[in-house]
């Protein structure tokens, strides 16, 4: 059978239209539930060297009994005294506002292992181990996502009470000049416990500034959280708080808003409630840094503590 050019023009443009509509309906592909992430950045408080994909040793997981646990086989013929996991919680990217968390391992017979907290099953996860070798050394990172692992549920639940300054304070740096991470520090003057936030303006300046990726969008955005409640104080004298939220922070994407309040701060403890919803232009879920300024005449000692969500769940006073 013959055909004439126009028929088979339009089987062609047929067939065209046919294998374009059969691209355009393939599913995107599912993401693996775990595999190495070679393109990761680490955190700039670790400047330890790390080893590649390929000599990392073997660092797996599994959904056991309703918890996400990891092993780690070092590499062979490697002398490892410690080992912890880095973790942080949150889709890769945005490196240097990402939250890392250090949670320590235990060794069992020949591997490393521990259960790692998970509060949303749908949140990608990241982490690494930090191996006590002489020097410490870091592994490649992992990319988990815990529900395709095979986690149904949350392994902790969630707590609105953030932070209180009593443990290692990584997601916590003063906002400087230099590119490097500046610590905090902490001091004895506090709301709860045995340390608080120490903020010192200098004499000569007038403000300091902390910043902290503690609070995660995914997280406000997730409990309904409505607002960010502090506890501030001066040691002396009186200053002024001023307050960001940051999505995308250190990116092209960046936004910053700015809190339309500047509390003053006393020398004696009082709570400053940050509504959400009074943070202009912002997509709440996407927020991944804070940052408070104390602003007033150096020399002058601020103290913050007690760093907490507030939503539908009683507040720790």
């Known amino acids: 059978m013959k055909l004439s050019l126009r028929s088979l023009t339009v089987l062609l443009l047929s067939l065209i239209s046919l294998t374009g509509f059969s691209l355009m309906a393939q599913p995107a592909p599912k993401p693996v539930p775990d595999a190495w992430l070679p393109a990761g950045v680490y955190p700039d408080f670790l400047t330890t060297n790390h080893w590649s994909t390929t000599d990392s040793g073997t660092l797996t997981n599994e959904a056991l009994i309703g918890k996400l646990r990891v092993y780690w086989h070092p590499p062979a013929g490697t002398d490892v005294k410690t080992a912890r996991i880095w973790a942080s919680t ?5 490196w240097r506002a990402r939250d890392w ?13 521990l259960a790692l907290p998970i509060e949303n099953v749908d949140v990608p996860v990241l982490y690494f181990v930090e191996a ?16 395709l692992v095979g986690l149904d549920e949350p392994s902790r639940i969630f707590w609105p009470f953030l932070e209180g300054f ?48 503690r609070i995660r969008g995914w997280q406000l955005d997730q409990q309904f959280a409505n607002g960010i409640r502090i506890w501030v104080r001066t040691a002396n004298g009186t200053a002024k708080l001023r307050c960001t ?27 400053i409630d940050l509504m959400l919803n009074r943070f202009p232009k912002l997509s709440i879920s996407e927020v991944d840094l804070m940052t408070l300024e104390v602003i007033g005449n150096g020399p002058l000692e601020c103290f913050v503590d007690d760093v907490q969500l507030l939503g539908r769940w009683p507040t720790v006073d």
């Open 132 to 147: 006590g070798t002489a020097p410490a050394t870091l592994t490649a990172m992992r990319l988990c996502h815990p529900r």
């Open 101 to 113: 968390q250090p949670l320590p391992m235990e060794k069992r017979g020949d591997r490393w292992e």
């Open 245 to 271: 939220l940051q999505a995308h922070a250190y990116t092209p994407q960046q936004v910053i808003s700015l809190y339309p309040d500047e509390p003053t701060i006393t020398n004696t403890w009082q709570a």
């Open 166 to 213: 009593e443990e290692d304070l990584w997601s916590w740096r003063i906002v400087t000049d230099e590119p490097r991470f500046t610590p905090v520090e902490t001091g004895t003057s506090v709301k709860n416990g045995k340390a608080a936030l120490r903020l010192v303006i200098p004499a000569g300046k007038r403000s300091t500034t902390v910043s902290t990726t």
């Open 90 to 94: 949150d889709a890769p990217g945005r």
